[in-house]
């Protein structure tokens, strides 16, 4: 491998790697903003709906959720290890753990699209004939329309972080980073960090309420 | 292929997350009131910081990134903010729901 230089813009690498990490916490920041909507939404509904929304919140799978964040978790030690590893140029190895952690997320979806596989089964999706009934029945349609918006959404995200993992894996097994070279590395990896951080708090808004 | 060992400080953090998973769970179940959401949101926030500090690096960057990274978090809670002290505070908040919403 030659030696890795600057793009002609930077002096020097770490001011490259640096910026790098700059424009990607931006990013993020949009992207906390774009969830934090609809977080927002439902935090005011579920202020004004508590009952229904513990009601609704008991017809998830928490079983499913609680494998799915296990899962989640897990693939991202794998990435942060990955990392580590390329940049001490373990390539191939780390080459193992990122596409390990894509295939996590393939098992995430996987595991996601039975969920929802399941809730259609049981009426829950909030159309004509929907399952719950009775005084929280408009409150539970609106944590079933939180629940199928947010999780698409972050399922989206899961999908394009899988595609970036493998081809960065691909890029890190023909030995593209160094302790010198790994802007791309740490990039890829804030993101995954970031989807994972994500279904932390979907996990404790979804599954978690109304089960004491 | 060679071997390279995970780093003990993310091993740590992989085993506190599943930690904090298994406790969230089970304190969920808990008959705790209004406690259970304070339980459940305070861990969300303890398992996000752990991933931010140690897996996302933030423990160990300069200041600049800790401000941009803190930024979306910043207008996050100026969102909160001003919109529940809209909705709060309405009068005929919640309004009656018919049945198909």
Same mark, same amino acid.
């Given at each position: 491998m030659p030696e890795p230089a600057p793009a002609f813009?930077?002096?020097t690498l770490s001011q490259q790697h640096g910026a790098a990490r700059l424009g990607m916490w931006t990013f993020l920041a949009t992207e906390v903003l774009f969830f934090g909507g609809v977080l927002l939404a439902y935090v005011v509904y579920r202020y004004g709906y508590p009952s229904a929304f513990a009601e609704a919140a008991r017809h998830t799978h928490i079983a499913i959720g609680a494998a799915n964040t296990a899962i989640l978790l897990t693939s991202s030690f794998l990435v942060a290890w990955g990392v580590e590893a390329a940049k001490q140029g373990f390539g191939r190895f780390a080459a193992l753990l990122l596409w390990s952690a894509a295939a996590s997320g393939l098992l995430f979806m996987a595991l996601k699209g039975y969920e929802y596989r399941l809730e259609l089964s049981e009426s829950?999706?909030?159309?004509?004939?929907?399952?719950i009934t009775g005084s929280v029945a408009g409150g539970a349609r609106l944590f079933f329309v939180f629940y199928f918006i947010a999780t698409a959404l972050h399922a989206l995200h899961v999908a394009i972080g899988i595609v970036v993992l493998a081809a960065i894996g691909a890029r890190a097994r023909g030995g593209a980073y160094s302790a010198a070279y790994y802007a791309p590395l740490t990039v890829a990896g804030l993101y995954w960090h970031f989807v994972d951080m994500v279904w932390i708090f979907l996990f404790a808004l979804i599954y978690l309420p109304g089960r004491a | 292929m060679r071997y390279f060992p995970p780093p003990r400080a993310l091993t740590i953090s992989w085993l506190a997350l599943l930690g904090l998973l298994a406790l969230t769970l089970f304190a $969920?179940?808990?008959?705790?009131? $209004?406690?259970n959401t304070v339980v459940a949101l305070t861990i969300a926030l303890i398992k996000a910081a752990i991933v931010a500090a140690l897996f996302m690096e933030l423990r160990g960057d300069d200041g600049l990134t800790i401000v941009f990274a803190s930024a979306g978090f910043f207008w996050l809670a100026v969102l909160f903010w001003l919109a529940l002290a809209d909705f709060l505070t309405r009068?005929?908040?919640?309004p009656r729901l018919s049945p198909w919403l």
């Open positions: 813009q930077y002096a829950l999706f909030p159309d004509d004939g929907f399952a | $969920a179940y808990q008959p705790l009131g $209004a406690f009068p005929g908040f919640p």
